[in-house]
């Protein structure tokens, strides 16, 4: 797909619309062409009012790929490109700010808050970690270039400029960027030696939420090391180095957290005796793959809505974080060889997750 000729506006990229036709291979090369720019408006977007698909030419500066304005009378290209700017309504803020970890003429390191999407996705337009940055920074060419789920903390490398971009996305695709993690969880059964490795083929069900590890060849590898355990006041540690839980958070149950039973039926919660902090290295990217295998193991990661029981939780509820931070990535710079590493400046907290991980806080005053 050829660059948008728009810039963005208020930080949010023109939308690009193929027409039908076209020697290309597409997805609507096949179907006829419209006579009109008006008519093949009118066939996209049919549940629109009049005046909406109208103003797509108007408020929404309609333009072809070479950036020139296009009417209402104006012939269809065959297979060619159209930006727009698409109305976007407004959004209400997630009262969590962006840290700056690094910033040079080409990328920008910032630390995400929980709750932040990093990309325009779904219900989340403006409220993201690009959107914002383009508008706060003044920085319009501003892209994310890996992902990170909007309800995990930590590092989120972005490309400040199209001409080096590229190079950068490679490293990703590539898997010659070292990604570590920091998750927080119940205490592991002695029977659950560490270091380990835990190897398994995910899919994803259209339409479903939660991923699932079924039977094939493996396609997500996740190396996965216990660091210490915390021993809640009233507990006895597992195994492991221990430290105290900090006292419960206004609102919260004396004694340690608890989560759901790992048979995703909806089981009642069972207490944790002990909490433990885990460095998580993901070999592959596939999503969702970090909280899948550790819900796999029996140690769903605390404060996570989506498993083992997808609780399909309100975003706007900020009461119990998921405890999960992309805490380093390292990398060799393509562009000079330098050897990169980036460290989090956030940390996980064991006293801000809920001890019933199921039940809805109206206090949005949480971090998460």
Known sequence: MPRSPLPPREGISATALRAPGGKATHAKNHLP??????????????????????????????????????TWDDPVIPGGFYFFHRPVPPEERIPFEVGIVFEDDDLLVVDKPHFLA????????????VTRLRVDLGQPDLVAIHRLDRITAGLLVLSKRPETRGRYQRLFQDRRVSKTYRALAPAPPPELGFPLVRESRLVKPVGGRQVHEVAGEPNAVSRIRLLRTITPPDGQPSRGDTDTLPPPRRGEADGAPSERAGDGNGAPPRRIDAIAEYELSPVTGKTHQLRVHMNALGLPILGDPVYPVDLAPDPYDFS?????????????????????????????????????????????????
């Not at 990093?118 to 970690?129: A, D, L, M, Q």
């Not at 000079?336 to 019933?356: I, T, Y």
Request: glycine share 8%; with cysteine.
């Open 33 to 70: 062409v419209p006579d009109s720019i008006g008519q093949w408006l009118e066939s996209e977007f049919p549940e629109a009012a009049p005046d909406s698909r109208r103003a797509l030419l108007t408020d929404g500066d309609m333009c072809d790929e070479a950036g020139l304005p296009v």
């Open 118 to 129: 990093s990309t325009p996705n779904g219900r989340f337009v403006r409220e993201c970690v």
């Open 320 to 368: 119990s974080p998921l405890q999960l931070l992309a805490a380093e990535i390292a990398f060799d710079d393509p562009l000079n060889g330098l050897s990169r590493r980036f460290e989090s400046g956030l940390e996980l907290e064991p006293a801000a997750v809920s001890s019933d991980p199921g039940a809805v806080s109206s206090d949005p005053g949480e971090t998460r």
